[in-house]
């Protein structure tokens, strides 16, 4: 898997997220993790990324508790395609 592959992994489903960040704005951060090779890092990135990810959905209309299960799925897929693209031996730390 190649780190464009991971992004469109990540980002499947995602289109309410996708709308009110913006495709450029998630493409970017996505991206970002995936080619970050410590994972302690990129959990770090990933987790500010939920963040914000809660923070927009809220502000677009969504009820709290709405907002953290769909940004919590899209945390998963992305945490998912970083493991695939970066086996466990693999990474620099």
């Known amino acids: 898997m190649n780190i464009e592959e991971a992004v469109t992994v990540a980002t ?15 493409a ?3 991206t970002a993790i995936m080619r970050e090779t410590d994972k302690s890092h990129a ?3 990933q987790l500010a ?4 990810s809660i923070e927009a959905l809220v502000d677009d209309g969504l009820e709290d508790i709405e907002a953290e ?3 919590s799925q899209f ?3 992305v945490g998912s395609a970083w493991d695939l693209l970066h086996p466990a031996g693999e990474t620099a730390h």
Do not use: T
């Not at 499947?12 to 998630?26: D, E, F, K, M, N």
């Open 28 to 30: 970017y951060h996505v």
């Open 69 to 71: 299960i769909f940004a």
């Open 12 to 26: 499947a489903g995602s289109g309410a997220l996708l709308s009110c960040l913006g495709q450029p704005v998630v």
């Open 49 to 52: 990324l939920l963040r914000r």
């Open 75 to 77: 945390d998963g897929r």
């Open 43 to 45: 959990r770090q990135m």
